[in-house]
Every structure is written in structure tokens, then in C-alpha cells.
């Protein structure tokens, strides 16, 4: 299951599609060698959202982890646990680890908080360890009943074992840390699974751990679609387009969400939050929990503080606003007191609202109807098939016959799918010749799809030539509009 | 894991501090008291207090606090907020909500009420406006300590029983209370704009 995925018909216009040629290439060439840069430049001037990635299971992704993992122990003679640990810390960079392990081999283990900068506190280890008493349950146990991290705080094994039951059940794993007071040391893998007990967390554990390693992973992605297991993987973090090669779901690979060239990522993102909290003020505030900005893991608000960290990245961020925390020093005072007083929002915007407003609702209308007629579409699609279907046991034609039907309706699918991510951007682009273009392209485009789209409808009695000539000008005008504004 | 290890740590955290002759968990070092005590016999909520340090606006105040155990103490961090009403830029002003990095991802079981009681006295003596839990209060400590520091003491004599009486305050909230405002309120509002009576009466009936 490798070579670029590009089965589904809504993608298959070159050559190259399920080509076995082209799945040699691939599986005989290591991922990490030279790729034939100037096709890729070649296919990316034709086809501006041409895009080269391949899908892969569980357990391809667990054997490429797993050779990231060998290499580093066979290069550097350290435990897989520890390389994990280094791994993880450097976005899977081997070189980097390499470099920086050998350039000073204690800095790199301080950085991944794997040994401490300074040796523990000789006080924690005259007060508790003597008297074997362990300092979280405040019990007394043997000392063979203890388990100690690198950095030398021990505690007893059952509550180590209750620690990182409760941290699996908060879904941390491979950032869970000693327990002791300001200790940043992490718990290494081989340390957890000594400790834990239940089947079913050892389980989960693993199953997070495995999460994280590929969240952590610059060229992994995990297909967004419902109950699926396959995992995507890129050489180069760009929005482009990828389609799952198990359940058909298309998704942006540089953020995961629904794929939306020409807008970018970020603008998509701000769009659907708009679009989400239609009023953007007291219903926005109210909700009690937010995604991470960073890795999108739902974070609950913990009493009032607006300064919020994510458990599982560590990310610091406003809850008001979302922008990163550190941007926050001087210009904390408009979030919280936002929060504290929403008049004053209401205010000092209540003039500029109403027109703000008044433009909103322009895109969005635009931006709701063509996501509507997709799905009416669909069930065109569907009506079609059945009408097809009935000609068939007719005798009058085959399926061959009406083959050009399904691919006008995929076209269709397409060049609306882009006409409606065109007005998120419009909406962000700042008013000059650059807009009105743009605008005017989108215009084409529109007709044009309209036109087929009207011409679809009526396919039994519209002339093959005629629907296959604006199938072709509908795509045109697509691949023109982003070829002159598809950032990649 | 067992359902009653937050309970049972509660209690040998008590039991510790008995132990050491004292009769709640009651430590006294120097005129820093601070106390906790059982609210009932579940041990899920407990009432702490903390004495307002020294060489602050909140000496000679005396903070009630509310302590809430989660069943996955001591792994996850106890819920505190101030029950007594308190002006300093890392405790909102309203809701007594606290930004203190130990009660959230700096949290370690290791840590005890203790821990955390002693630390709040800590946050009183030196607050950390860049990271402000009550952003009104944050800027009036960063851009006029004066007032932030008439105001706290003013708070701490009338919600926390502290010592000092200031009269020319007063005065301005019974302008207010004359004209309808509830007496919290008026207080709020001309904290909040610097005890500018003007601007807290536009605010007020806006
Ligand atoms: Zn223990
Ligand atoms: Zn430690
Ligand atoms: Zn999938
Ligand atoms: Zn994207
Ligand atoms: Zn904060
Ligand atoms: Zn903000």
C-alpha cells in the first residue's frame, strides 16, 4: 500500500493513477532518498494541487517508527526507551539527534527531560526515603517497594501505578512526569509498562503512546475520517490535498480538516470558528471547553483563569482569544476584560458591527448555498444511476453508454467544492485589483458551473459533445483560478 | 485504584501535622498562620484560611478559602478559590478564581494543602501581573501601585477584618449607596476605575 493515492475518480485524470509503474517507484526507492524533483515541479505546474503522499496501516507506521527507534539504539547504544524519548522530543529528526548526541550528550538528555540539570534535592531523600516512607500516600512500605525515576525521587509502586492510571484516563501518556514537587523528568515508556498492572491501561497506554509518536511526526497524519486507522504520510507539511486510500475521506494533510484550497489553513480555520459562533461574542464565551490551537485536543476550562495549558501538548494559550499566551504580555487587559465585561466589546464595535455584519452574511450566504447544492447534487447523482439503471434492463444502452454521466457529476462535485472554499478567501482578501480579479475569476467559474450543472440535470437529452466540451470549461477555469491563487 | 485514596491521604495529611502538636493542620511561622479544617466527615471539601502576610495590603486580614478534593487526589490538584473577597491581580475580583500555576499543570502528588496553602501566602506577597487572572486589577498593580495598594488594603479591612480604616474611601462609596447602589457593587465600580467617582457612576449607570 504505497505510491501516491489517487484511486478515487474524483482524482483520476493523468496518467499516473493507479499506474503500477508508478507503485515501483516507491516501494523500490527508500522514502528518504532523492524523489525525482523535477517531475514532482512538472506535475505541480500542470496540476496545482497535485500532491505525492501514500497511506499506510497501523503496522507500517509502527515498523517505520520502530526503524527510527533500532537506529538509534544500535547507533548510540541507548535503550529503545530512551530513543523513544529522544524521538519524540525532536520531531523524529535523526540527524538532529545525532548531532546534538554527540555534540554534548547531557545537554540532549536534560532537553528531552530524560536526567535533571542539577541533582535532586538532598532533602526529599533524608526525609522520606529513610524512613521508607513514601511521600504521596504518606504510608510506609520496604524498600524493594519503591521505584525511582532518573532523576532520583522514588516513590512506592502502588502510587506510581494510581499516578499514571490517572493520567492514561486524562489521555496523557507520553507526557506524564515524576511526581515529585517541580520535577519536570518524564516517566520513559519501560518505566510505565513495569508499573502498570491492568491489562486494559497497559492497553491504552500503548495506545496513546502511539498517538502522540505520530502526532509528533512531521510527515505522519492520521486520516480524520470516522473509525479509521490509516495513517497518511507526506515528506513535505503542505495543504494539499489527500484522500484516504481505506474509507475515501478528502482532507487538508497540513491541518486535517476538510480540504479547502484556494484558502489556507489558517483562514479556514478562522471561517469555521466564525461560522460556528454565529455571534461571536456571548455564545463564543460561554461554551466550557475549546480546542488546543495547537493540537486540537479538547481542553475543559478549569475554574476562571483565561491562561490555559494544554495537558497534552503543554501549549499556552488565551481562552478568550486562542493566540498564543507569550503574545499576551502586554495586551492581556482586552481579552480578560472582554470576558469580565462583554459590554464594553459591544460598545466600542456597535457602529462598524452592522456593516461588518452586512459582509459577512454576503460570503456566508454564497459560501452555504453552494455547500447545499452539493448535497442536492449528490441525490441527483443518485437519481441519475436509478434512471440509468431502468434504460439499461431497457435495452437501451449499456452502462458503458452513460459512463461519461457519473464522471460529468464527479466533475461537477469538484469544481463546486472549490467555488465554495473560494469564498472564505474572498471574504479574508483585503479590497484592490488582486480581489477583483479574483472575484471576477470566481464569477467565470460560477457560470460555468451552473451551466453544467443545469446541462447534467437534463443529461439523457443533452448531447454528449456539448456536456463533455463544459465539463471541460468548468475544470479549465477551476485549475485557472487556482493556478493564479493557490498558495503552495 | 482504590476510590478512597484521596479521602485517606486527606486524612494522613491531618494525622502528619497532629502529630507535630498541633491541633488542625495549624501552622504558625512568624504572623503567617495558616489553617485548613473539615467542612464535614467526606473529606471532599474543606475550609483553609491564611493570614494576610506581613509588609502587605492584606496584613491583618484573615482569607477563607474553598478546598475541593478531586476523587483522583493527590494525582490531580485540590480546587481552591477565595471565599473572602480580595483585590489582587491573580484572583479575580468576582468570582475569587485563582491563577497559581500549582493548581494547574504544575501540580505533583507529591504536593500537600500545605504545599498549597503556604504558596497562595506566597502569590499575596508577590503577585504576578503577566499573568493576571483579574485584568483590572493587573493593571492598576503595573500602572499606579499606589492605588492598587490603597485599594487592596481597603478590601482586606472590609471583607477580611484587616486594620486600616480609610474614610476618604468610604466617603465615596456612601456617594454612591446614597444613590441606590448596592454597597458591593459601588465598592467594584470605583475600584475598578481608580476611585474616580465619576467614571464609576457613568459606569454604573450605563
Ligand atoms: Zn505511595
Ligand atoms: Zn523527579
Ligand atoms: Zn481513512
Ligand atoms: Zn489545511
Ligand atoms: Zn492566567
Ligand atoms: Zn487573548
Redesign the interface.
Same mark, same amino acid.
Given at each position: 500500500m504505497s505510491g501516491a493515492e489517487c484511486e478515487s475518480d474524483m482524482d483520476c485524470s493523468g496518467s499516473d493513477c493507479g499506474d503500477a509503474g508508478y507503485e515501483d517507484y516507491y516501494s523500490t526507492q527508500p522514502w528518504d532518498g532523492e524523489i525525482d524533483n523535477d517531475i514532482n515541479f512538472d506535475k505541480q505546474k500542470q496540476d496545482p494541487e497535485y500532491a505525492v503522499y501514500e497511506c499506510l496501516r497501523v503496522d507500517e507506521v509502527e515498523r517505520l517508527l520502530n526503524e527510527n527507534v533500532e537506529f538509534l539504539t544500535t547507533n548510540l547504544q541507548i535503550t529503545p526507551s530512551l530513543a523513544k524519548l529522544f524521538l519524540h522530543a525532536h520531531e523524529w529528526d535523526l540527524q538532529d539527534i545525532l548531532l546534538k548526541y554527540q555534540d554534548n550528550t547531557s545537554n540532549i538528555m536534560i532537553d528531552s527531560k530524560i536526567i535533571l540539570s542539577h541533582s535532586v534535592d538532598p532533602l526529599f531523600n533524608m526525609k522520606f526515603l529513610k524512613g521508607n516512607l513514601c511521600s504521596v500516600c504518606f504510608l510506609t512500605f520496604p524498600t524493594e517497594r519503591f521505584s525511582t525515576l532518573n532523576c532520583g525521587h522514588s516513590f512506592c509502586n502502588d502510587c506510581w501505578c494510581a499516578y499514571f492510571e490517572t493520567q492514561i484516563l486524562q489521555g496523557v501518556s507520553t507526557g506524564i512526569r515524576c511526581m515529585a514537587n517541580s520535577c519536570s523528568i518524564l516517566a520513559p515508556e519501560d518505566f510505565v509498562l513495569s508499573l502498570l498492572i491492568k491489562p486494559i491501561m497497559r492497553e491504552r497506554y500503548q495506545q496513546f503512546v502511539f498517538r502522540d509518536y505520530v502526532k509528533s511526526h512531521p510527515q505522519l497524519r492520521f486520516c480524520p475520517g470516522p473509525n479509521c486507522q490509516i495513517v497518511i504520510r507526506s515528506k513535505e507539511l503542505r495543504s494539499k490535498r489527500v484522500i484516504c486510500s481505506i474509507c475515501k475521506t478528502v482532507f487538508c494533510f497540513r491541518c486535517g480538516m476538510d480540504y479547502h484550497a484556494p484558502t489556507d489553513c489558517d483562514t479556514i480555520k478562522k471561517w469555521l470558528t466564525k461560522c460556528a459562533d454565529d455571534s461571536e461574542t456571548a455564545n463564543y464565551i460561554s461554551a466550557h471547553t475549546k480546542d488546543c490551537p495547537k493540537c486540537h485536543i479538547c481542553i475543559e476550562k478549569n475554574g476562571g483563569c483565561n491562561h490555559m495549558q494544554c495537558y497534552n501538548c503543554k501549549h499556552d494559550f488565551c481562552w478568550m482569544c486562542l493566540g498564543d499566551w507569550k503574545t499576551h504580555g502586554s495586551e492581556y487587559y482586552e481579552c480578560s476584560r472582554y470576558k469580565e465585561n462583554p459590554n464594553i466589546a459591544h460598545e466600542s464595535v456597535h457602529a462598524q458591527a452592522r456593516e461588518a455584519l452586512k459582509k459577512y452574511l454576503h460570503y456566508y450566504e454564497r459560501w452555504e448555498n453552494h455547500s447545499k447544492s452539493l448535497k442536492l447534487e449528490e441525490q441527483t447523482l443518485e437519481e441519475i444511476k436509478l434512471r440509468i439503471q431502468k434504460k439499461v434492463m431497457n435495452a437501451s444502452g449499456t452502462w458503458i453508454d452513460w459512463q461519461h454521466l457519473f464522471e460529468a457529476a464527479s466533475l461537477l462535485a469538484r469544481c463546486r467544492y472549490t467555488l465554495q472554499y473560494t469564498y472564505p478567501y474572498a471574504y479574508y482578501m483585503e479590497a484592490g485589483p488582486r480581489k477583483e480579479l479574483f472575484e471576477y475569476q470566481q464569477a467565470q467559474l460560477e457560470a460555468e458551473i451552473e451551466n453544467l450543472s443545469w446541462k447534467i440535470e437534463r443529461a439523457e437529452t443533452t448531447d454528449r459533445g456539448d456536456l463533455e466540451n463544459q465539463m471541460d470549461i468548468a475544470e479549465k477555469r477551476r485549475i485557472t483560478l487556482l493556478k493564479d491563487f493557490l498558495e503552495v | 485504584?482504590?476510590t478512597n485514596?484521596a479521602a485517606? &491521604?486527606i486524612k &494522613?495529611?491531618f494525622k502528619?501535622v497532629i502529630k507535630s502538636e498541633e491541633v488542625s493542620l495549624y501552622l504558625n511561622v512568624a504572623q503567617c498562620s495558616i489553617k485548613v479544617e473539615l467542612v464535614n466527615d467526606s473529606c471532599v471539601e474543606l475550609k483553609g484560611e491564611i493570614a494576610g502576610p506581613p509588609d502587605t495590603p492584606y496584613e491583618g486580614g484573615n482569607f477563607i478559602l474553598e478546598i475541593k478534593i478531586p476523587e483522583?487526589y493527590?494525582?490531580?490538584p485540590p480546587?481552591v &478559590?477565595f471565599i473572602t473577597k480580595i483585590w489582587h491581580p491573580n484572583i479575580?475580583s #468576582?468570582?475569587g478564581? #485563582?491563577?497559581l500555576d500549582i493548581?494547574?499543570?504544575?501540580w505533583?502528588?507529591?504536593?500537600t494543602l500545605r504545599?498549597v496553602l503556604l504558596s497562595l501566602q506566597a502569590l499575596l506577597s508577590a503577585a504576578e501581573p @503577566? @499573568?493576571?487572572? @483579574?485584568?483590572?486589577v493587573?493593571?492598576q498593580y503595573k500602572e499606579q501601585p499606589e492605588m492598587f495598594h490603597q485599594t487592596a488594603k481597603h478590601w482586606t479591612s472590609v471583607y477580611a477584618g484587616g486594620p486600616s480604616k480609610m474614610p476618604e474611601l468610604d466617603e465615596k462609596i456612601k456617594r454612591l449607596t446614597d444613590m441606590g447602589i448596592e454597597e458591593h457593587n459601588a465598592r467594584d465600580a470605583l475600584s475598578s476605575y481608580n476611585w474616580d467617582l465619576e467614571r464609576a457612576t457613568e459606569q454604573l449607570f450605563?
Open positions: - | 485504584m482504590a485514596i485517606q &491521604r &494522613r495529611e502528619e483522583t493527590p494525582f490531580n480546587k &478559590r479575580s #468576582i468570582t478564581a #485563582i491563577c493548581l494547574k499543570d504544575q505533583a502528588a507529591a504536593m504545599t @503577566d @499573568d493576571p487572572q @483579574d485584568a483590572v493587573a493593571k450605563s
